[in-house]
């Protein structure tokens, strides 16, 4: 099939071979809802066919070394950057992500993201010491083939910042994207075989969550399930997980607190909360509870209005745009079905609230004040553009309000002191706390949830060590009885 005019395979892709199904699913595009195209609707079968390739090619795969895998991966991530004029169109008629954004960051992410767990690997520096009359070696053992389940949200940057790492360690893998945007992972499919990966060294499968993915993560023969989606589906891959004793990491959904204090550069904070209407609200890491202390609200408000008024819907192709329509229908009903619920419940929209005048899958961004913080527009992730904002007078509520949900992936907080940066950035129960700034990321920090927003750490070496089965190598020192 053709998409923006770039061939686009939609097969699997196992054993180093495209494999077609016999039944497919509709790929559809968010910018105007037409069909894309039919894509291979994988199950039990095409599951089994990707974890054999994935086991046979283990055992070489593990024996090349780091330093092997890593001329491999090094490979695919020049591709990937000679190929980002092919890669980002692509996304961005599948998932309707910006492409300027896709252009200038998303798709050399991946680059990046092969690139430095390749060099990470290879950097390992084992843990050595002496005890006891014997030589002590922490070896970090490549695991097995890996299943790596993404979503629908910026797919090519997130399969590759999970498959990185495994492929890396030494495992081989399966990949699923998600069924409403798979096709950017069609074509690193293609750089794959062009990167002259060994065969079943890195098979990419399609197909619908409950199908397929179901089946990669009940198979017994998989070593790592590696998971990012909704905490929904993370607890039935928990069970499949623990059935099969096998480790598992999920990076799931975030209802981040924005927190605003009276000593900060507020116009910096209110561009920012504005900003969290980018991508149309669906980013994970979001600040979408903009908490301002009391005694600055209003002319917070003031700027956070000014600059939510310069936001451009439209398409993302588009260099003007800054808030692109919703993924798909189920999801811009889901969106709308909040915010119905929240005006039913008493909560005041104070802006937006309401799909948009230009139709199809745009929703106005929106601002609810809550009736009170245990409304579930407060307490709910939306993944769409809808804020709330809430008051605080005292830092202590600030940071109780920051807390008062059961996810814990993100926190964003602005302030001048570095006193309370220090304080409150510890206070805040999340796996990654912003100080006057947001989204900036180093690779070899560890990265993950607390409490529904995820279990287990990703980046650097925590991904690296998630992926192997670690070893303590112990030598006695002469003989021993
Ligand atoms: P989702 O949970 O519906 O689906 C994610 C993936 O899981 C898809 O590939 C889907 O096909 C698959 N899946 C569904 N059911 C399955 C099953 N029973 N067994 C195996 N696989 C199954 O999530 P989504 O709607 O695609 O993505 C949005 C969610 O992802 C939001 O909650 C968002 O916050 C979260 N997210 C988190 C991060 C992070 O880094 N923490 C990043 C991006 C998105």
Redesign the pocket.
């Known amino acids: 099939m053709k998409v923006a005019g770039i061939e686009v395979s939609p097969d699997h892709f196992i054993g180093g071979e495209r494999v077609a199904s016999s039944s497919t699913f509709t790929d559809y595009s968010p910018i105007d809802e037409e069909a894309l195209g039919e894509i291979a609707r994988g199950g039990q079968r095409e599951a089994d066919l990707a974890v054999t390739a994935a086991t046979e090619a283990f055992p070489a795969w593990a024996a090349l070394g780091a330093s092997g895998r890593a001329v491999y991966l090094h490979r695919l991530a020049d591709l990937i950057d000679a190929n980002v004029e092919r890669l980002a169109p692509v996304e961005c008629v599948d998932m309707a992500m910006l492409l300027r954004s896709l252009k200038a960051r998303l798709i050399n992410r991946g680059a990046r993201n092969y690139r430095s767990y390749a060099d990470l690997a290879v950097a390992y520096e084992e843990r050595v010491w002496d005890s006891n009359g014997t030589h002590n070696r922490v070896l970090r053992m490549p695991s097995g083939p890996a299943v790596v ?6 797919p090519f940057m ?1 399969s590759t910042w999970k498959t990185a790492p495994a492929l890396a360690a030494g495992s081989t893998m399966i990949l ?5 945007s798979p096709l950017s992972c069609s074509l690193l499919a293609d750089l794959v075989d062009e990167a002259g990966f060994p065969p079943g060294v890195f098979n990419i499968v399609q197909g ?3 199908e397929i ?2 089946a ?2 009940s198979n017994p023969a998989v070593s790592r399930i590696s ?8 607890r ?2 928990g069970v ?1 997980a623990a059935k099969n004793i096998v480790p598992f990491t999920g ?4 209802k981040g607190p924005l927190l605003v204090f009276e000593d900060c550069d507020l116009e910096a904070a209110a561009r920012k909360a504005a900003g969290q209407f980018d991508d149309a609200g669906q980013v ?2 979001a600040g979408t509870r903009i908490l301002v202390e009391e005694s600055v609200v209003e002319p917070f408000m003031e700027l956070f209005h000014r600059f939510a008024d310069e936001h451009v819907l439209g398409d993302p192709r588009s260099d003007d745009t800054t808030v692109t329509p919703l993924i798909h229908r189920d999801h811009f009903e889901r969106v709308a079905g909040f915010v119905e619920r929240a005006r039913a419940n008493g909560d005041e929209i104070v802006r937006g609230g309401q799909p948009a005048e230009r139709g199809g899958l745009f929703y106005e961004p929106t601002l609810v004040i809550p009736r009170s913080n245990d409304s579930e527009i407060v307490q709910r ?1 939306v ?1 769409g553009p809808v804020l709330t904002v809430q008051t605080f007078s005292e830092e202590d509520e600030g940071v109780a309000l920051a807390n008062s949900t059961p996810y814990g ?1 993100s926190g964003i907080l602005y302030t001048g002191s570095s006193e309370r940066a220090e304080r409150v950035g510890r206070a805040i129960r999340a796996g990654t706390v912003w100080v006057n700034t947001f989204l900036v990321r180093d690779l070899t920090a560890p ?3 607390i409490g529904i ?2 279990i287990g750490r990703e980046g650097g070496d925590f991904a690296l060590d998630f992926y192997s089965d670690l070893k303590t190598l112990q030598i006695a020192e002469g003989t021993t009885e």
Do not use: D, Q, R, Y
Not at 251 to 254: D, K, R, T, V
């Open positions: 389940i993404t979503p629908w949200n910026a997130l699923k994207p998600a069924e409403w619908i969550g409950e993915g179901a990669l993560v998971f990012t989606g909704s905490p929904e589906t993370a039935h891959i499949a990076e799931l959904g975030g994970c890491l992730e993944f992936l990265f993950g949830g927003s995820g």
